[in-house]
Nanobody
């Protein structure tokens, strides 16, 4: 079984920054990809950023200029940093892993709430 452990999030003041981390319970290169999605109230879940095992990175379709996505292979983790947070960043952020090669399915974290206060 693959488990994803998310950390970070919570209440953040507008204009501040936040850092989310997600660690996998297996070697990150056993996974096809790993990344972050988010779901705001009343909206569909959307990709924020992800990276494949072949180092191909992708950011979401919205304006991600304030977002920095990275991978820490020593911790089998992916990190999402957001600067100058805005109210529209309020959402539940979910870690995702494509574990189809390893165990035949996608894995989702439980999600971590990010609330931006204005």
């Amino acid at each position: 079984q693959v488990q994803l452990v998310e950390s970070g999030g919570g209440l953040v003041q507008a204009g501040g920054s936040l850092r989310l981390s997600c660690a996998a319970s297996v070697n990150i290169f056993r996974l096809n990809s790993m990344g972050w999605y988010r779901q705001a109230p009343g909206h569909q879940r959307e990709l924020v950023a992800m990276i494949t095992d072949t180092n191909k990175g992708t950011y979401g379709a919205f304006d991600t200029g304030r977002f920095t996505f990275s991978r820490d292979i020593t911790k089998n983790a992916v990190i999402l940093e957001v600067k100058s947070v805005k109210s529209e960043d309020t959402a539940v952020y979910y870690c995702h892993a494509d574990a189809s090669r390893y165990m035949g399915k996608d894995i989702w974290g439980r999600g971590t709430q990010v609330t931006v206060s204005t």
